[in-house]
């Protein structure tokens, strides 16, 4: 189990150093919002480059408020600027949390995330999606649940009873840490995202051969579990096939 946080131009100045020391292993930076590249988070480039020098693996996420598949399909492709050059350990994510994007219902949503998540999956890009417990289970389809790794926002808790399978948890957005002025959000991740998307050549990064069968654990469900399950991804001549796996 890795721990992580995750921030966005809200936290202001930070001291990676600092929050490496006190025992960060990843950390999820809001890369932006919205559909115009102008939305870009004011402080995304100096978060990316602050964590990657201190040592610090990332990812990111994008925040939407599209109301329609076409509006979220322009989020995707501003997202994908906005990220251009850049390389990531852990997954981009698309950040689904409008109460106005749930209004639209459980068939809606689920089309509107699978159409930004195919987007910047087919650009080289290993995706998943954000949302609290019950909007992830109430909102989306197991399509999408167990076609992309979930990052779950579950607080108050000493474990999440999310009942689909997910790699990481968002289990606090109070916390403290030196490096780091007022709260902010707390994470574990249960997967070694690292070694799965650098050996796929995802996120920026190169494969050597990417014509060789590869098969890459990625998304261990957590304890609390019945039934132990991991989602895999295989790449067979630059074609990629993804899905779980469960435990007889």
């Known amino acids: 189990m890795l721990k ?20 960060v292993d990843f950390a999820i930076l809001r890369a932006g919002y919205g559909k115009l590249i102008s939305q870009k ?4 480039e100096e978060y990316y480059s602050g964590a990657k020098q201190a040592g610090i693996p990332v990812g990111c996420y994008w925040y939407s408020y599209a109301k329609s598949v076409s509006e979220i399909q322009t989020e995707a492709e501003v997202f994908l600027q906005a990220i251009k050059g850049k390389q990531f350990e852990y997954p981009v994510y698309l950040d689904f949390e409008e109460s106005s994007q ?36 109430t909102y989306f389809t197991e399509e999408i649940l167990y076609r992309y790794t979930v ?4 607080y108050g808790v000493a474990q999440t009873t999310y009942k689909h399978p997910y790699a990481m948890w968002q289990y606090s957005e109070t916390g403290t840490l030196n490096g780091i002025s007022g709260k902010f959000d707390m994470n ?16 920026g990064f190169n494969k050597e051969d990417s014509t060789v069968e ?11 579990t019945d039934r132990k399950s991991i989602g895999i991804q295989v790449l067979v001549d630059g074609a990629q096939y993804s899905g779980t796996v469960y435990q007889d």
């Open 151 to 154: 990052w779950v926002a579950h």
């Open 4 to 23: 992580g946080i995750d921030v966005s131009y809200h936290n202001g100045s930070l001291d990676w150093n600092k929050i490496k020391s006190a025992g």
């Open 41 to 44: 988070d004011k402080k995304f």
């Open 188 to 203: 574990y991740c249960y997967a070694d995202f690292q070694t799965a998307i650098k050996g796929l050549g995802l996120n």
């Open 214 to 224: 590869t098969v890459e654990k990625y998304a261990e469900t957590a304890p609390t």
């Open 102 to 137: 749930f209004a639209l219902g459980r068939v809606k949503c689920s089309e509107m995330a699978k159409a930004f998540l195919e987007i910047v999956e087919k650009a080289g890009y290993f995706t998943g999606l954000y949302s609290s417990k019950s909007h992830l289970e």
